[in-house]
C-alpha cells in the first residue's frame, strides 16, 4: 500500500523522510500529517461507497430483468464528515486519533437503500448477505425491534474488500434498508431531534410514535395491496 499512500504524499511536497509507520486498517501508513492521512482514509471509503453501490445496481436491474420489477427505489451515500466523526468518538470517550476512528466508527461510510415494501428490505438484506465477498459484520434489526423513538429501519455492518494496486484493504460500510415510508419518517424525526437538540417536549415523541405507528399500518396496506395487484395481474395473463 506504501506506493498508493506515496501519491498523497507527493501533492504534499514533503520530502519522504522516514518517519514511524502507523497501522491502519491492517495496512501500514508512513504518516506525514493528519490532513494527508485522513486524504487516504477517505479514500478508501469512498472507494467502499463505489463498490457497494455498484453491487446494488447490479442486483436491482438483475431483479428488474428477471421479475420485471424494481425493488430498490433510490439510494443515497454519504462520508461522515470528521466534525461529525470526532462528535462521535468523545461520546464514546475515545481518544480522537486517525486509528481509533477506523476502528470504532462503523458508519463512516454510509450507504441508505430506500425501497418501495417492507418485504423488498429483507430481499435485499439477504442478496447483500450472499454476496460471497462482501462480509456481514453486524445486523440490526429496527423494524422487528423498533427504537423508542419509533426509528424502524434496517441496519447491516459490512465489510468490502478494496482491491488496491499491492494490496486489499477490508472497509467497513453502513447499510440502512427501510422503505419510502419509513425513510419520510426518519428524516422529519431527524430534523425534530436536532431542531430540540435531542429534548423534544414529550407530547412531540408521543406525536412521533404515533407517527411511526401510522408509518407502520401504510406500510402494511401498502404491501397487502401490491399482493393483490399481483396476483390480480398473473389471473390476468392466464
Ligand atoms: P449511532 O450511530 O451512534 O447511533 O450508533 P449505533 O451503534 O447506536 O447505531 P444504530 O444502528 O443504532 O444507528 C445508527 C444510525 O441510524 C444513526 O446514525 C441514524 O442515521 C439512524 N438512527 C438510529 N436511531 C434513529 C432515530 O431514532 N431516529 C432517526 N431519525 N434516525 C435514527
Ligand atoms: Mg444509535
Known amino acids: 500500500f506504501g506506493r498508493s499512500i506515496c501519491l498523497f504524499n507527493e501533492k504534499t511536497g514533503i520530502p519522504g523522510k522516514d518517519n514511524e509507520g502507523e497501522n491502519i486498517m491492517g495496512i501500514s501508513i508512513k504518516l506525514y500529517d493528519d490532513v494527508d492521512t485522513w486524504k487516504t482514509v477517505s479514500f478508501l471509503y469512498n472507494s467502499a461507497l463505489k463498490e457497494v453501490n455498484t453491487k446494488l445496481e447490479i442486483l436491482n436491474d438483475e431483479f428488474q430483468h428477471v421479475h420485471r420489477y424494481n425493488p430498490i427505489e433510490h439510494i443515497k451515500s454519504r462520508i461522515k464528515s470528521p466534525e461529525s466523526i470526532v ?3 468523545k461520546k464514546y470517550g475515545y481518544e480522537v486519533n486517525i486509528e481509533n476512528m477506523v476502528n470504532y466508527v462503523k458508519d463512516i461510510a454510509g450507504i441508505r437503500v430506500i425501497c418501495s415494501f417492507t418485504s423488498d428490505i429483507y430481499r435485499i438484506a439477504e442478496m447483500i448477505a450472499s454476496q460471497g465477498d462482501l462480509e456481514v459484520l453486524s445486523i440490526k434489526d429496527y423494524i422487528k425491534n423498533p427504537k423508542e423513538s419509533g426509528y424502524k429501519s434496517y ?3 459490512i465489510s468490502v474488500p478494496i482491491y488496491l494496486s499491492d494490496s486489499v484493504v477490508d472497509t467497513n460500510v453502513e447499510i440502512q434498508i427501510r422503505t419510502i415510508a419509513m425513510d419520510f419518517w426518519a428524516s422529519l424525526e ?9 429534548n423534544a417536549p414529550a407530547y412531540i415523541s408521543r406525536e412521533l410514535r404515533e407517527c411511526a405507528n401510522m408509518v407502520s399500518k401504510l406500510d402494511a ?15 390476468n395473463e392466464k
Open 221 to 235: 396496506k401498502m404491501l397487502s395491496l401490491n399482493e393483490t395487484i399481483q396476483q390480480f395481474s398473473l389471473s
Open 155 to 157: 441496519h447491516m455492518i
Open 87 to 89: 462528535k462521535k468518538l
Open 190 to 198: 431527524h430534523k425534530i431531534y436536532y431542531k430540540f437538540e435531542g
